[in-house]
């Protein structure tokens, strides 16, 4: 049976809660984990659980804890408690507390019992109100922004309990008629597992082992039901990295190409990359998440077999775990790709005539009664999109005050760039790539401003970061040197200014930049 808890944090205003579907077999040490996972807390403290109310009947807290940290005092051992051994009635109630300094404090209770869903991956979460609060905060409790919508945060606690999901079995001989039923439509349902066909055309692409025969610069696309363009290139035919990867719409297509053109340098494409990686990679080379859902699945992780791995790729973002919809486009991706290269294996296909004008071979796929069916077809390449006029970003009160400042004879260097030091805030979010805003001194080249922050690499963001130094500084310089790429984007802020401009290398900012990628913490 399927357990529907709603657990809240207490002593916070607003309210901070999770509605979780949990199954009645697991152990307490096991929802220790998931609500590790749901509050986005790093299991770095003491916990222990108390019951305080079973049967419909209020208790003396009676606490099932943590034997094997040398919590001893418990009255059970939550290794061997299971939920449904201690929640039987609606409204049955326990305490989860966490971190015996700071004591945070979780009020669970039992909301109903419900038959698990056929093809549902347990435990979930069907709720997620604001997000958790930071560790160690030292107890200080304050108003909690929503910084993110619930339906959003909903799926981003799905995302960190992937890890402790499978499918739970309706036993044989219960009634069908349940409390499911006087509570229909009040579940959410939980999406379709794509994860396990995510695995078995992974498993089937590695086999087949395409990149002994295909080259990167092969470019297909392959077009879901949904009408999203998937552009796919094999790697591995230099034997460095084997796989598939996935360029999604045109922002990937353009970065693509950026990159097969030499203009995007590979140490940066990091950072621009929209697309999806399937990888293979030896067992010591994968994360434990990577490992947690390669045992989920059945998969064996010894051996010397290269495993699959996947990792998805967003501008400004460190490579992340794939969500549910990237999962689905990865694995019709992979299906297709094999599909491709075994016709091209065959001599039933050539993809030269499509490096050749504006089209590329796709697979398209088409949605009908009995079903989803592929086709082959065409797609024109996508065009790259003309580059829009940079315009000020700037506030005309903002801007007055910069003007308002003192000029000065200096001849500056300015750059604004991310660094590959990722930052992650909470555990369940994905890191980001910070922006690292610096000024040097072109001439004697002493650094005269620098500023780490979260943000888009845009026009607004350079102007804003521009006015910030000059801020800072006191005075507006005369002459800045900028990057080839940026000056476009400062220039309109620039002449605002009086400001001269020259664009050229920013050897300076480099250098720091550099240095802040070795040692920053």
């Not at 916990?47 to 001893?72: M, P, Q, S």
């Not at 990091?270 to 490992?291: I, M």
């Not at 699945?297 to 400004?316: D, E, T, W």
């Not at 507006?476 to 802020?493: F, Q």
């Amino acid at each position: 049976m399927i357990y529907q808890l709603k657990v809240q944090l207490k002593h916070t205003r607003p309210p901070i809660w999770r509605r979780l579907l949990v199954p009645g077999e697991m152990t307490f040490a096991e929802l220790h984990r998931v609500l590790q996972a749901a509050f986005g807390w790093m299991d770095q403290h003491l916990h222990t659980f108390y019951i305080t109310k079973v049967g419909g009947t209020a208790r003396l807290r009676i606490e099932i804890g943590n034997e094997a940290a040398g919590w001893d005092g418990a009255d059970y051992d939550e290794r061997e408690e299971r939920i449904g051994q201690w929640f039987v009635e609606e409204g049955d109630r326990a305490q989860y507390v966490y971190d015996f300094g700071d004591m945070w404090e979780h009020e669970i209770v039992l909301e109903k019992i419900v038959d698990p869903l056929p093809g549902a991956l347990y435990p979930c979460c069907i709720k997620a109100v604001r997000v958790g609060l930071k560790e160690d905060s030292w107890g200080e409790v304050q108003a909690i922004e929503e910084e993110m919508s619930t339906a959003e945060l909903t799926a981003n606690v799905n995302v960190a309990l992937a890890p402790f999901q499978r499918k739970v079995v309706k036993e044989e001989g219960e009634a069908k008629k349940t409390k499911r039923a006087a509570s229909k439509g009040r579940v959410e349902e939980v999406e379709q597992d794509v994860w396990k066909t995510l695995f078995d055309q992974a498993l089937a692409y590695r086999d087949l082992a395409p990149w002994t025969w295909m080259d990167d610069d092969q470019i297909f696309a392959v077009v879901t039901p949904d009408g999203e363009s998937l552009y796919c290139t094999v790697i591995g035919a230099l034997g460095q990295e084997y796989g598939l990867v996935i360029y999604i719409g045109e922002e990937g297509y353009a970065c693509l190409q950026d990159i097969l053109s030499g203009t995007l340098h590979p140490k940066d494409a990091v950072f621009k990359e929209r697309a999806l990686l399937v990888s293979f990679a030896p067992r010591n080379d994968l994360e434990r998440d990577d490992k947690a859902m390669l045992r989920k699945y059945n998969i064996p992780v010894s051996g010397k077999r290269l495993l699959p791995m996947f990792r998805s790729f967003a501008p400004g973002y460190y490579p992340w775990f794939l969500s549910e919809q990237e999962a689905a486009w990865a694995a019709m991706a992979l299906e297709q790709a094999v599909v491709v290269a075994e016709r091209l294996r065959d001599g039933e296909l050539s993809l030269a005539s499509s490096a050749r004008g504006n089209r590329l071979f796709a697979r398209i796929a088409e949605r009908r009664e009995d079903g989803l069916h592929w086709r082959d077809g065409w797609v024109p390449r996508p065009k790259a999109k003309k580059k829009e006029t940079p315009v000020l970003e700037i506030g005309t009160d903002e801007l007055e005050k910069v003007k308002a400042l003192d000029r000065a004879p200096l001849f500056a260097e300015f750059s604004v760039a991310y660094v590959n030091k990722p930052i992650q805030e909470r555990r369940w979010e994905r890191p980001y790539f910070p922006l690292l805003a610096l000024a040097a001194d072109a001439a004697g080249g002493v650094i005269l401003h620098h500023q780490v922050f979260r943000g888009q690499l845009e026009a607004k963001t350079l102007q804003q970061s521009f006015l910030e130094f000059a801020r800072a500084l006191g005075r507006v310089p005369s002459h800045v040197r900028v990057t080839k790429e940026h000056g476009p984007l400062l220039a309109p802020l620039l002449r605002e200014l009086g400001v001269n401009m020259s664009t050229g290398p920013t050897p300076r900012s480099d250098e720091v930049r550099e240095l802040f990628e070795q040692f920053a913490i």
